[in-house]
């Protein structure tokens, strides 16, 4: 079964940092950017972070650039999310989503969601 996993949420205090992990079953990431979005409550959705590992490209949201950090390790063919300097208004449920070819170009489809992972910073 083609699925995505992302875990690794919790609750951390403003300042305090998580490891977000999205792990692949039954594909590789060879052919596919992958992405972290993310949902805060009463607010859209937004994008936070991709990589196209083959292509080695990162891209970053301006408003995580300097303190979130994306990487992978293919023989786990799963990505990561470090998440340092958490801000109380980076509370939100986060996501991990692939798309074939994709190489973080903005307003991309994707073609799987993983189920969401909760990150709650408190003040």
């Known amino acids: 079964e083609v699925q995505l996993q992302a875990f690794g949420g919790g609750l951390v205090q403003a300042g305090g940092y998580l490891r977000l992990s999205c792990a692949a079953s039954?594909?590789?990431?060879?052919?596919?950017?992958i992405g972290w979005f993310r949902r805060a409550p009463g607010k859209e959705r937004e994008g936070v972070s991709c990589?196209?590992?083959?292509?080695?490209?990162?891209y970053y949201s301006n408003f995580v650039k300097g303190r979130f950090t994306i990487s992978s390790d293919n023989a786990k063919n799963t990505v990561f999310l470090q998440l340092n300097s958490l801000k109380p208004e980076d509370t939100a449920v986060y996501y991990c989503?692939?798309?074939?070819?994709?190489?973080?170009?903005?307003?991309?489809?994707?073609?799987?969601w993983g189920k969401g992972t909760q990150v709650t910073v408190s003040s």
């Open positions: 990589i196209r590992i083959s292509a080695g490209k990162i």
């Open positions: 989503a692939v798309a074939r070819g994709w190489e973080c170009e903005l307003g991309y489809g994707m073609d799987l």
């Open positions: 039954g594909f590789t990431f060879d052919d596919y950017g």
